[in-house]
T-cell receptor, first 114, second 109 residues
């Protein structure tokens, strides 16, 4: 596609439910990143995928968070047993390689846990 | 450990006035520094990076290793500059960018 596509754009879920957030990166971009944007907290790195290499999961805040990237393209971020503190905007970005200047961000998924 | 500090959450300036958005970093090696901008209802996008030493939309930023700063400057602010600005750092060999908490700039007409 022309840009990084994220779905859904908004998600309201009940505490304790599982949610899946989807990211469709720019075609040909081998690097894919998930960030969380919370009010007053800036952007928090969650996970990084590069080609077929093992992902860098160092930013995942707990074992309730997991992510997959199938076929080197689409990625899914899963949050199990959601908590209210998980409420945030989840941003996906992709780039040709691991380089800060090449990031293209999606428009994000706003997750609200009630 | 790496850290990016943007001391001002909010900054307001009048149109035509100079603007400086502060960014200080903590990193033991030689980092790459970036400024990203998010306009209202738009996606986060790259504004400029220190290694290119370019001016984008009238903005410049100089990496000062002595002061560990990467302040963003523009001599004459415009209303369309109103946005959220994030300073970001990439450490050597790192996979990802480390972002500051952002500064919301409002340019008053």
């Amino acid at each position: 596609g022309a840009g990084v596509s994220q779905s859904p754009s908004n998600k309201v879920t009940e505490k304790g439910k599982d949610v899946e957030l989807r990211c469709d990166p720019i075609s040909g971009h081998t690097a894919l990143y998930w960030y969380r944007q919370s009010l007053g907290q800036g952007l928090e790195f969650l996970i990084y995928f590069q080609g077929n290499s093992a992902p860098d999961k160092s930013g995942l805040p707990s074992d309730r968070f997991s992510a997959e990237r199938t076929g080197g393209s689409v990625s899914t971020l899963t949050i199990q047993r959601t908590q209210q503190e998980d409420s945030a905007v989840y941003l996906c970005a992709s780039s040709l390689r691991s380089s800060g200047y090449g990031y293209t961000f999606g428009s994000g998924t706003r997750l609200t846990v009630v | 450990a790496q850290r990016v500090t943007q001391p001002e959450k909010l900054l307001s300036v009048f149109k035509g006035a100079p603007v400086e958005l502060k960014c200080n970093y903590s990193y033991s090696g030689s980092p790459e520094l970036f400024w990203y901008v998010q306009y209202s209802r738009q996606r986060l996008q790259l504004l400029l990076r220190h290694i290119s030493r370019e001016s984008i939309k009238g903005f410049t930023a100089d990496l000062n290793k002595g002061e560990t700063s990467f302040h963003l400057k523009k001599p004459f602010a415009q209303e369309e500059d109103s946005a959220m600005y994030y300073c970001a750092l990439k450490g050597a060999g790192a996979n990802n960018l480390f972002f500051g908490t952002g500064t919301r700039l409002t340019v008053i007409p």
